[in-house]
């Protein structure tokens, strides 16, 4: 199984990073801030105060290929230590203002989820990350927010619905469309939830319309995947809404045909 692409196109907007293990965190991490600095915007890295971790931002940067010193040097690259103004509805927009008035056509803006918890209890970083979605939908600007991904279902659900524009995991990459959601890379025992969650947050019981999810560059799906494809939507199909599911690989169509996705209720099948 290969990982998902993450230099193609698709980084911006407010995303959700799953990471299981150190080497999932840094690789996402490095492309994401090299696709920002490539683009000539801001790149903030906001590190937890008061600690000193040998995979720094920067070193991550430094082990994937990028020398930040030239970036540091030139303040297109920041570094901060998170502390309670960073960590406010203002000190957001202060940092979006910021980088645009130093001349810079945009910013990105990463930290991890430790580096909150001292800061802000669990509802001020939920308005937090709400507030976010509309700096991303409003101003140039792009937030990848790191997490571990052993996560409670409820939590994971939360995040899912906080982080409007996609969600990065070892696997698989969700991107929101304007119809649905575009799936690349694996879905299997370890990661189905995400796309549960995934489904959830892109559908609402209130709407029928359409969900597209565009199967195109997914290239593994499990049975548990497959579940995840229905129990995801059920709520939507359920209050009339329809499930379209756009071109799957061979191998993929085979395992909805056999499980029967395409007979079930509110569900269409369309293959390359």
Do not use: K
Not at 43 to 62: C, H, M, N, Q
Not at 80 to 108: M, N
Not at 207 to 213: I, W, Y
Request: hydrophobic share 40%; net charge negative; glycine share 10%.
């Amino acid at each position: 199984m290969e990982p998902p692409r993450w230099t193609s196109p698709g980084w911006d907007g407010h995303l959700l990073l799953l990471h299981r293990t150190e080497r999932d965190r840094s690789a996402a991490l490095a492309a994401w801030a090299r696709h920002g600095l490539d683009r000539g915007e801001r790149v903030v890295l906001i590190e937890p105060a008061g600690a000193a971790y040998p995979d720094s931002a920067t070193t991550v940067l430094r082990q994937h290929g990028t020398d930040p010193a030239a970036f540091l040097a030139c303040g297109q690259l920041q570094v901060l230590a998170a502390d309670r103004d960073l960590y406010s509805l203002q000190g957001q927009l202060d940092l979006v203002e910021g980088a645009l008035r130093d001349g810079f056509p945009g910013v990105r803006v990463t930290a991890r989820a430790e580096a909150a918890e001292p800061l802000v209890d669990g509802q001020e970083h939920a308005d937090l990350e709400r507030a976010m979605n509309g700096l991303c939908h409003t101003r140039p600007v792009s937030a990848l927010c790191q997490y571990e991904a052993d996560l409670a279902p409820m939590m994971l659900h939360a995040l899912c619905g906080m982080h409007a524009d996609g969600i990065v995991e070892a696997q698989l990459r969700c991107r929101t469309t304007p119809d649905g959601l575009s799936l690349a890379g694996d879905v299997d025992v370890s990661n189905h939830e995400v796309l549960r969650f995934a489904l959830r947050a892109a559908t609402t019981t209130e709407s029928t319309r359409d969900l597209v999810v565009d199967l195109t560059d997914l290239g593994f799906l499990d049975v548990c995947g497959a579940r995840a494809l229905l129990i995801g939507t059920s709520e939507h199909r359920e209050a009339g809404g329809r499930l379209r599911l756009l071109g799957p690989n061979p191998a993929v169509e085979r395992l909805l045909l056999l499980l029967g996705l395409d007979r079930a209720p509110g569900t269409i099948l369309e293959p390359r």
